[in-house]
């Protein structure tokens, strides 16, 4: 079983839907949680970082975490067409260097 | 802020070459840098991680002979892939942080060896 699950998809939306993407993982040590979005034969860019349980929102960007079910998600509102990207969930220990990736879930948005 | 940069972004060689990949991080120091590797459709693969005049430390099942990593510098770290062959074909992607900040990625570099 891998540290971090992640649907690849693809996921195909219409524009101005709401998306939600999903991770799950097994290490209760994990502590720090990232989303990436990378755009074809680009590198990942760093979107949304939350600590511990909670939410945090960023425009049209909310990532929650739920620690207790190992569960973290990010939702896009009000989803546009450049919006379609890979999204990576990462995440790791507290005091760790390295972070451990979700396999990535592909997303398009139609217009 | 935290912008790192790779060169070149593509690079198209003949097997038995070397090719050197530069990461720089443009406006913060680079306590650690890491290289990794990705093929299509699929997620990263850390390949090593390297600490400023430090040696790499290197994952399980990457060639450290064949994948030269160099952190000279807290802004530059190199990757050097050497004797390369149609196998190491791939995007390279560094990432780089300074501290406990978390990484921030460049822009990765396609290699294709013919």
């Known amino acids: 079983q891998k540290e971090v699950e992640q649907d690849p998809g693809p996921l195909s939306v219409p524009e101005g839907a709401i998306v939600s993407l999903n991770c799950t993982y097994s290490n209760s040590a994990f502590q720090y949680f990232m989303w990436y979005r990378q755009y074809s034969r680009k590198g990942p860019e760093l979107l949304m970082y939350t600590y511990s349980s909670g939410n945090k929102e960023d425009g049209r960007f909310t990532a929650q975490v739920d620690k207790s079910s190992k569960y973290i998600s990010l939702f896009i509102r009000d989803s546009q067409p450049s919006d379609s990207a890979t999204y990576l969930c990462a995440m790791r220990p507290q005091g760790a260097q390295k972070l451990v990736f979700g396999q990535g879930t592909r997303l398009t948005i139609n217009p | 802020g935290a912008v790192v940069s790779q060169h070149p972004s593509r690079v198209i060689c003949k097997s038995g070459t070397s090719v050197k990949i530069e990461c720089r991080s443009l406006?913060?120091?680079?306590?650690?840098m890491f290289w990794y590797r990705q093929f299509p459709k699929q997620s990263l693969m850390l390949m090593a991680t390297?600490?400023?005049?430090?040696?790499?430390?290197?994952e399980q099942g990457v060639e450290k002979d064949k994948f030269l990593i160099n952190h000279a510098s807290l802004t530059l770290s190199t990757l050097t892939v050497t004797s390369a062959h149609p196998e190491d074909s791939s995007f390279y992607i560094c990432?780089?942080?300074?501290?406990?900040?978390?990484?921030?990625f460049g822009p990765g570099t396609r290699l294709t060896v013919l």
């Open positions: 390297s600490n400023e005049g430090s040696k790499a430390t290197y």
């Open positions: 406006d913060f120091q680079a306590t650690t």
């Open positions: 990432s780089a942080k300074e501290g406990i900040n978390e990484q921030f």
